[in-house]
């Protein structure tokens, strides 16, 4: 999946589209993006306690050999040398991969699918709640959240949506969005994706006299 650009050319079109959306309808869009939704630092330490435990039984097997090179270097030599030895190097090759799995190709390697598709839902019903969205006065606000590390996108409507548009027709939308950041079209296929929301909700919650835009059009974009 390709890097997503975040110029503010192309934020401030993602903003216009919010807006002209918006314009027909009671309803709100918000667009977030998140680097990641989780630190996943448990699955990373995991990886290295792991990564540890395998050099130290692969490196068990050559023991000998080990201790004849230590033997060599020390004029008195101590079967403590041995064990600390190992002890020092297993916790350097945990350290190692430890920061090795920070980097984002092999994070989402060793998480699990599930864990971050759960992880991607909880962080952006999280900024549904923390942003408002949940508030609006016609319960008609829906979030478009992109997850850069795990490669996701959440659509969450509020309860007034869910009752009249389907999910099928949100998933429809995610798929669109995500072919667009494939093939390096995340832009326009997100402008679209935009469009086609505000046409279902100006459908179903047509705009008003007295409608006002409770918030913000704005691209967030969340660190953490």
């Given amino acids: 999946m390709r890097k997503i650009d975040f110029s503010q050319e192309n934020l401030k ?11 027909p309808t009671t309803g709100e869009i918000a667009i977030a993006f998140a680097k990641e939704s989780s630190d ?3 699955q990373e330490l995991m990886f290295g306690i792991a990564a540890g435990f395998v050099y130290y039984f692969f490196m068990m097997l050559f023991s000998s050999d080990i201790e004849k090179i230590i033997q060599n270097m020390f004029w008195e030599y101590s079967s403590n040398y041995l064990l600390i030895f190992f002890g020092l190097s297993t916790f350097l090759v945990i350290l190692v991969f430890y920061f090795l799995a920070n980097i984002p190709a092999v994070d989402r390697l060793i998480v699990s699918g599930k864990t971050k598709r759960r992880k991607v839902h909880e962080r952006a019903v999280r900024h549904f709640m923390e942003s408002g969205i949940y508030n609006t006065r016609e319960r008609s606000g829906i979030l478009i959240f992109i997850s850069m590390l795990e490669r996701r996108v959440e659509l969450l409507a509020d309860r007034g949506i869910s009752k009249k548009i389907s999910q099928e027709q949100w998933d429809g939308m995610v798929h669109h969005i995500l072919s667009g950041i494939r093939g390096n079209k995340f832009t326009e296929h997100l402008i679209e994706a935009i469009s086609m929301t505000g046409d279902l909700l100006a459908a179903h919650f047509p705009a008003r006299s007295d409608d006002t835009n409770e918030l913000g059009d704005d691209v967030t974009i969340l660190e953490k």
């Fill in 40 to 42: 996943y630092a448990s």
């Fill in 13 to 23: 079109k993602i903003n216009q589209a919010v807006k002209k959306a918006e314009h």
